[in-house]
Protein backbone atom coordinates (compact mmCIF):
# COMPACT_ATOMS: atom_id res chain seq x y z
CA UNK A 1 0.00 0.00 0.00
CA UNK A 2 1.02 3.21 -0.94
CA UNK A 3 2.86 4.97 2.47
CA UNK A 4 3.06 8.65 2.87
CA UNK A 5 4.22 10.81 6.18
CA UNK A 6 1.08 12.81 5.49
CA UNK A 7 -1.14 9.62 6.61
CA UNK A 8 0.89 9.51 9.56
CA UNK A 9 1.15 13.17 10.51
CA UNK A 10 -2.30 13.88 9.63
CA UNK A 11 -3.70 10.58 11.08
CA UNK A 12 -5.66 9.19 8.32
CA UNK A 13 -5.38 6.24 5.64
CA UNK A 14 -5.35 7.06 2.18
CA UNK A 15 -2.80 10.69 1.29
CA UNK A 16 -5.89 12.71 0.19
CA UNK A 17 -7.59 15.79 0.91
CA UNK A 18 -10.70 17.09 -0.52
CA UNK A 19 -9.56 20.80 -0.47
CA UNK A 20 -11.82 23.56 0.99
CA UNK A 21 -14.41 24.38 -1.46
CA UNK A 22 -16.44 28.23 -0.84
CA UNK A 23 -20.68 26.94 -1.33
CA UNK A 24 -19.63 23.15 -1.90
CA UNK A 25 -17.72 21.61 1.01
CA UNK A 26 -19.96 21.15 4.11
CA UNK A 27 -19.89 19.04 6.88
CA UNK A 28 -21.72 16.25 4.79
CA UNK A 29 -18.88 15.78 2.32
CA UNK A 30 -16.07 16.53 4.48
CA UNK A 31 -17.39 13.36 6.56
CA UNK A 32 -17.97 11.49 3.69
CA UNK A 33 -14.51 11.62 2.43
CA UNK A 34 -12.76 11.46 6.21
CA UNK A 35 -15.19 8.12 6.45
CA UNK A 36 -13.43 7.08 2.97
CA UNK A 37 -10.07 7.22 4.31
CA UNK A 38 -8.93 10.51 2.95
CA UNK A 39 -9.43 14.23 4.67
CA UNK A 40 -12.76 15.71 4.31
CA UNK A 41 -11.99 19.86 4.79
CA UNK A 42 -15.23 22.17 5.51
CA UNK A 43 -15.26 25.32 4.31
CA UNK A 44 -15.50 28.35 6.38
CA UNK A 45 -15.84 30.49 3.42
CA UNK A 46 -16.50 34.13 3.95
CA UNK A 47 -19.31 32.61 6.86
CA UNK A 48 -19.70 33.25 10.09
CA UNK A 49 -18.43 31.03 13.22
CA UNK A 50 -22.01 30.26 13.81
CA UNK A 51 -22.40 28.69 10.36
CA UNK A 52 -18.85 27.12 11.27
CA UNK A 53 -19.80 25.36 14.31
CA UNK A 54 -23.24 24.38 12.69
CA UNK A 55 -20.95 22.55 10.44
CA UNK A 56 -18.07 21.24 12.55
CA UNK A 57 -20.83 19.32 14.57
CA UNK A 58 -22.65 18.53 11.53
CA UNK A 59 -19.13 16.27 10.83
CA UNK A 60 -18.61 14.94 14.09
CA UNK A 61 -22.51 13.79 13.92
CA UNK A 62 -21.29 11.80 10.99
CA UNK A 63 -17.47 10.73 11.58
CA UNK A 64 -15.52 10.14 14.17
CA UNK A 65 -12.63 10.39 12.19
CA UNK A 66 -9.58 13.50 11.66
CA UNK A 67 -11.46 16.35 9.35
CA UNK A 68 -10.38 20.10 8.72
CA UNK A 69 -11.70 23.48 8.19
CA UNK A 70 -10.11 25.52 5.55
CA UNK A 71 -10.16 29.41 6.52
CA UNK A 72 -10.18 31.90 3.92
CA UNK A 73 -8.09 34.35 5.24
CA UNK A 74 -9.60 37.34 3.55
CA UNK A 75 -13.06 36.68 5.17
CA UNK A 76 -14.57 39.42 7.31
CA UNK A 77 -15.02 36.77 10.09
CA UNK A 78 -11.53 34.86 10.19
CA UNK A 79 -11.04 36.38 13.98
CA UNK A 80 -13.73 34.71 15.15
CA UNK A 81 -13.42 31.37 13.35
CA UNK A 82 -9.86 31.00 14.09
CA UNK A 83 -10.99 31.24 18.04
CA UNK A 84 -13.92 28.65 16.77
CA UNK A 85 -11.36 25.96 15.56
CA UNK A 86 -9.28 26.00 18.69
CA UNK A 87 -12.89 26.21 21.01
CA UNK A 88 -13.85 23.21 18.71
CA UNK A 89 -10.43 21.83 18.52
CA UNK A 90 -10.57 21.02 15.19
CA UNK A 91 -8.07 18.13 14.13
CA UNK A 92 -6.78 19.91 11.05
CA UNK A 93 -7.22 23.21 10.06
CA UNK A 94 -5.92 24.53 6.20
CA UNK A 95 -5.97 28.20 5.25
CA UNK A 96 -5.89 30.07 1.49
CA UNK A 97 -5.76 33.35 0.28
CA UNK A 98 -2.62 34.85 2.38
CA UNK A 99 -0.49 34.36 5.21
CA UNK A 100 -1.66 32.12 8.14
CA UNK A 101 1.01 33.65 10.55
CA UNK A 102 -0.54 35.04 12.97
CA UNK A 103 -3.05 32.73 13.91
CA UNK A 104 -0.55 29.68 13.97
CA UNK A 105 0.79 29.83 17.39
CA UNK A 106 -2.69 29.67 18.94
CA UNK A 107 -4.14 26.42 16.58
CA UNK A 108 -0.81 25.20 16.96
CA UNK A 109 -0.77 25.56 20.74
CA UNK A 110 -4.41 24.14 20.53
CA UNK A 111 -3.31 20.35 19.12
CA UNK A 112 -4.42 21.67 15.59
CA UNK A 113 -2.23 20.62 12.48
CA UNK A 114 -1.64 23.47 10.22
CA UNK A 115 -1.47 22.99 6.59
CA UNK A 116 -1.85 26.13 4.37
CA UNK A 117 -2.17 26.34 0.69
CA UNK A 118 0.94 27.93 -0.64
CA UNK A 119 1.19 29.65 -4.10
CA UNK A 120 5.36 30.11 -3.69
CA UNK A 121 8.23 28.56 -2.47
CA UNK A 122 8.77 31.43 -0.17
CA UNK A 123 5.54 31.19 1.28
CA UNK A 124 6.45 27.76 1.73
CA UNK A 125 8.78 28.56 3.77
CA UNK A 126 7.43 31.10 6.08
CA UNK A 127 4.81 28.52 7.05
CA UNK A 128 7.39 25.81 7.66
CA UNK A 129 9.06 28.22 10.27
CA UNK A 130 5.77 29.18 11.92
CA UNK A 131 5.31 25.35 12.91
CA UNK A 132 3.02 24.33 9.78
CA UNK A 133 2.34 20.20 9.66
CA UNK A 134 3.02 20.23 5.87
CA UNK A 135 1.83 22.14 2.86
CA UNK A 136 -0.35 22.29 0.16
CA UNK A 137 1.35 23.57 -2.80
CA UNK A 138 -1.65 24.25 -5.69
CA UNK A 139 -1.12 24.86 -8.81
CA UNK A 140 -3.05 27.55 -10.93
CA UNK A 141 -5.01 24.49 -12.62
CA UNK A 142 -7.34 24.61 -9.66
CA UNK A 143 -10.46 25.85 -9.43
CA UNK A 144 -11.24 28.79 -7.15
CA UNK A 145 -8.65 31.40 -6.24
CA UNK A 146 -5.69 30.64 -7.60
CA UNK A 147 -1.41 31.87 -7.84
CA UNK A 148 0.45 31.77 -11.23
CA UNK A 149 2.53 28.54 -11.18
CA UNK A 150 2.13 25.57 -12.37
CA UNK A 151 1.55 22.50 -10.74
CA UNK A 152 4.16 20.60 -12.77
CA UNK A 153 6.46 23.31 -11.62
CA UNK A 154 5.98 24.10 -8.29
CA UNK A 155 5.34 21.18 -6.58
CA UNK A 156 9.18 19.91 -7.01
CA UNK A 157 10.23 23.52 -6.02
CA UNK A 158 8.85 23.72 -2.87
CA UNK A 159 9.60 20.03 -2.43
CA UNK A 160 13.14 21.03 -1.98
CA UNK A 161 12.64 24.15 -0.38
CA UNK A 162 11.02 22.69 3.10
CA UNK A 163 11.39 19.69 4.51
CA UNK A 164 8.05 19.15 6.13
CA UNK A 165 5.81 17.12 3.48
CA UNK A 166 4.30 18.58 0.99
CA UNK A 167 0.47 17.61 -1.13
CA UNK A 168 0.24 18.63 -4.27
CA UNK A 169 -3.26 19.99 -5.67
CA UNK A 170 -4.56 21.46 -8.90
CA UNK A 171 -4.92 20.00 -11.81
CA UNK A 172 -5.31 16.16 -10.03
CA UNK A 173 -8.59 13.91 -10.68
CA UNK A 174 -7.03 10.21 -10.93
CA UNK A 175 -4.37 8.15 -10.37
CA UNK A 176 -2.43 9.59 -12.99
CA UNK A 177 -2.58 12.74 -11.68
CA UNK A 178 -1.44 11.34 -7.67
CA UNK A 179 0.43 9.33 -9.19
CA UNK A 180 2.74 12.03 -11.02
CA UNK A 181 2.20 13.90 -8.00
CA UNK A 182 4.29 11.61 -6.28
CA UNK A 183 7.09 11.73 -8.69
CA UNK A 184 7.52 15.40 -8.56
CA UNK A 185 8.01 14.46 -4.52
CA UNK A 186 4.64 14.92 -3.01
CA UNK A 187 3.45 12.95 -0.48
CA UNK A 188 -0.27 13.29 -0.96
CA UNK A 189 -2.42 15.29 -2.96
CA UNK A 190 -5.79 17.63 -2.24
CA UNK A 191 -8.54 17.73 -4.88
CA UNK A 192 -10.96 20.10 -5.18
CA UNK A 193 -12.73 19.91 -9.03
CA UNK A 194 -12.93 15.55 -8.48
CA UNK A 195 -15.34 16.27 -5.47
CA UNK A 196 -17.84 18.13 -7.07
CA UNK A 197 -19.57 15.25 -8.77
CA UNK A 198 -19.95 13.52 -5.70
CA UNK A 199 -23.33 12.16 -4.68
CA UNK A 200 -22.36 13.71 -0.71
CA UNK A 201 -21.74 16.80 -2.28
CA UNK A 202 -25.02 19.17 -1.45
CA UNK A 203 -24.49 21.43 -5.02
CA UNK A 204 -27.27 22.23 -7.19
CA UNK A 205 -27.58 19.67 -10.13
CA UNK A 206 -27.02 22.13 -12.64
CA UNK A 207 -23.07 22.49 -11.41
CA UNK A 208 -22.42 18.58 -11.41
CA UNK A 209 -23.74 18.23 -14.93
CA UNK A 210 -22.16 21.37 -16.27
CA UNK A 211 -18.87 19.73 -14.66
CA UNK A 212 -19.16 16.26 -15.94
CA UNK A 213 -19.83 18.19 -19.67
CA UNK A 214 -16.97 20.31 -19.40
CA UNK A 215 -14.05 20.51 -21.87
CA UNK A 216 -10.75 20.83 -21.31
CA UNK A 217 -10.82 24.78 -22.97
CA UNK A 218 -13.73 25.42 -21.14
CA UNK A 219 -12.46 27.02 -18.14
CA UNK A 220 -11.25 30.79 -17.84
CA UNK A 221 -9.68 33.03 -15.37
CA UNK A 222 -11.17 36.36 -14.01
CA UNK A 223 -10.23 38.79 -11.76
CA UNK A 224 -6.55 39.54 -12.28
CA UNK A 225 -7.64 43.37 -12.27
CA UNK A 226 -8.70 43.14 -8.68
CA UNK A 227 -5.87 41.15 -8.03
CA UNK A 228 -7.65 37.97 -6.86
CA UNK A 229 -7.63 36.01 -10.20
CA UNK A 230 -10.27 33.05 -9.78
CA UNK A 231 -11.14 29.83 -12.29
CA UNK A 232 -14.42 28.87 -13.19
CA UNK A 233 -16.10 27.69 -16.31
CA UNK A 234 -16.76 30.12 -18.81
CA UNK A 235 -20.68 31.04 -19.05
CA UNK A 236 -22.60 34.35 -19.31
CA UNK A 237 -21.57 35.27 -16.01
CA UNK A 238 -17.98 34.92 -16.47
CA UNK A 239 -17.98 36.22 -20.41
CA UNK A 240 -19.31 39.55 -18.53
CA UNK A 241 -16.92 39.51 -15.77
CA UNK A 242 -13.52 39.41 -18.79
CA UNK A 243 -15.70 42.57 -20.59
CA UNK A 244 -16.05 44.23 -17.85
CA UNK A 245 -12.39 44.07 -16.96
CA UNK A 246 -11.43 45.01 -19.95
CA UNK A 247 -13.28 47.80 -19.90
CA UNK A 248 -11.32 50.96 -18.19
CA UNK A 249 -14.88 52.58 -17.78
CA UNK A 250 -15.23 50.04 -15.21
CA UNK A 251 -14.02 50.76 -11.76
CA UNK A 252 -12.46 48.23 -9.24
CA UNK A 253 -15.78 48.88 -7.41
CA UNK A 254 -18.04 48.06 -10.01
CA UNK A 255 -16.62 44.98 -11.10
CA UNK A 256 -16.26 43.67 -7.57
CA UNK A 257 -19.98 44.38 -6.90
CA UNK A 258 -20.87 42.70 -10.26
CA UNK A 259 -19.14 39.50 -8.60
CA UNK A 260 -20.50 39.60 -5.36
CA UNK A 261 -22.57 36.22 -4.71
CA UNK A 262 -21.90 34.89 -8.03
CA UNK A 263 -20.30 31.80 -6.40
CA UNK A 264 -23.72 31.08 -4.16
CA UNK A 265 -25.70 31.60 -7.38
CA UNK A 266 -24.01 29.09 -8.75
CA UNK A 267 -23.78 26.01 -5.96
CA UNK A 268 -26.73 26.47 -4.46
CA UNK A 269 -29.47 28.17 -6.87
CA UNK A 270 -27.99 26.27 -10.37
CA UNK A 271 -27.88 29.56 -12.00
CA UNK A 272 -26.73 29.31 -15.12
CA UNK A 273 -26.56 32.60 -16.37
CA UNK A 274 -25.68 34.44 -13.09
CA UNK A 275 -23.28 31.86 -11.55
CA UNK A 276 -19.83 31.60 -11.28
CA UNK A 277 -19.15 27.86 -11.31
CA UNK A 278 -15.62 27.18 -9.87
CA UNK A 279 -13.62 24.55 -11.28
CA UNK A 280 -10.12 23.65 -12.92
CA UNK A 281 -8.85 22.78 -15.81
CA UNK A 282 -9.27 19.35 -14.96
CA UNK A 283 -13.10 18.97 -15.01
CA UNK A 284 -13.09 17.56 -18.16
CA UNK A 285 -11.78 14.29 -16.87
CA UNK A 286 -14.52 14.13 -13.97
CA UNK A 287 -17.12 12.23 -16.12
CA UNK A 288 -20.23 10.87 -13.82
CA UNK A 289 -21.08 11.24 -10.45
CA UNK A 290 -20.20 8.76 -7.71
CA UNK A 291 -19.77 8.03 -3.90
CA UNK A 292 -16.83 10.06 -2.02
CA UNK A 293 -15.62 6.65 -1.33
CA UNK A 294 -15.75 5.67 -5.01
CA UNK A 295 -13.85 8.83 -6.00
CA UNK A 296 -11.27 7.91 -3.00
CA UNK A 297 -11.09 4.13 -3.65
CA UNK A 298 -10.77 5.10 -7.74
CA UNK A 299 -7.46 7.52 -6.76
CA UNK A 300 -5.67 4.97 -4.70
CA UNK A 301 -6.28 2.08 -7.05
CA UNK A 302 -5.51 3.68 -10.20
CA UNK A 303 -1.95 5.32 -8.61
CA UNK A 304 -0.94 2.24 -7.01
CA UNK A 305 -1.77 0.60 -10.00
CA UNK A 306 0.36 3.23 -12.23
CA UNK A 307 2.99 3.55 -9.34
CA UNK A 308 3.91 -0.02 -8.99
CA UNK A 309 4.06 -0.67 -13.05
CA UNK A 310 5.58 2.51 -13.81
CA UNK A 311 9.26 0.72 -14.73
CA UNK A 312 7.45 -1.70 -16.92
CA UNK A 313 5.62 1.23 -18.76
CA UNK A 314 9.12 3.05 -19.77
CA UNK A 315 11.17 0.19 -19.78
CA UNK A 316 11.88 -2.12 -22.60
CA UNK A 317 12.35 -5.62 -21.04
C1 LIG B 1 -15.62 25.24 -6.25
C2 LIG B 1 -14.28 25.49 -5.61
C3 LIG B 1 -14.20 26.32 -4.51
C4 LIG B 1 -12.97 26.51 -3.85
N1 LIG B 1 -12.92 27.29 -2.72
C5 LIG B 1 -11.76 27.36 -1.99
C6 LIG B 1 -11.74 28.04 -0.74
O1 LIG B 1 -12.74 28.58 -0.27
N2 LIG B 1 -10.55 28.05 -0.06
C7 LIG B 1 -9.41 27.44 -0.55
O2 LIG B 1 -8.36 27.48 0.12
N3 LIG B 1 -9.42 26.80 -1.74
C8 LIG B 1 -10.57 26.73 -2.46
N4 LIG B 1 -10.59 26.01 -3.64
C9 LIG B 1 -9.39 25.24 -4.05
C10 LIG B 1 -9.47 23.76 -3.58
O3 LIG B 1 -9.45 23.66 -2.19
C11 LIG B 1 -8.36 22.89 -4.16
O4 LIG B 1 -7.09 23.28 -3.70
C12 LIG B 1 -8.34 22.93 -5.68
O5 LIG B 1 -9.65 22.74 -6.16
C13 LIG B 1 -7.43 21.85 -6.25
O6 LIG B 1 -7.41 21.90 -7.66
P1 LIG B 1 -8.42 21.08 -8.61
O7 LIG B 1 -9.67 21.87 -8.63
O8 LIG B 1 -7.72 21.07 -9.91
O9 LIG B 1 -8.60 19.72 -7.99
C14 LIG B 1 -11.81 25.87 -4.33
C15 LIG B 1 -11.90 25.06 -5.48
C16 LIG B 1 -13.11 24.85 -6.12
C17 LIG B 1 -13.18 23.95 -7.33
Redesign the pocket.
Known amino acids: MLKSRVCEAIGIRYPIFQ????W?SDGKLAAAVSNAGGLGII?A?NADENYVRGQIQLCRSLTDKPFGV?I?LMSPHVEAVAKLVVEEKVPVV?T??GLPGKYMPAWIEAGIKVVP?VPSVAIARRVERSGATAV?A?GT?????IGELTTMALVPQVVDAVSIPVLA?????DGRGMAAAFMLGAEGV?????F?SAYECGIHENYKQKVIAARDIDTQVTGRKLGHPVRALRNPFVNKFAEMERDPNVSEEELSAFGTGAVRKAAVDGDLQGGSF???Q?AALVKKEQSAKEIVDDLMRETEEILSKAAERVFES
Request: with cysteine.
Open positions: GGMAVSMNMTGAVIEESGGHAGGIAQCGTRLLAGI
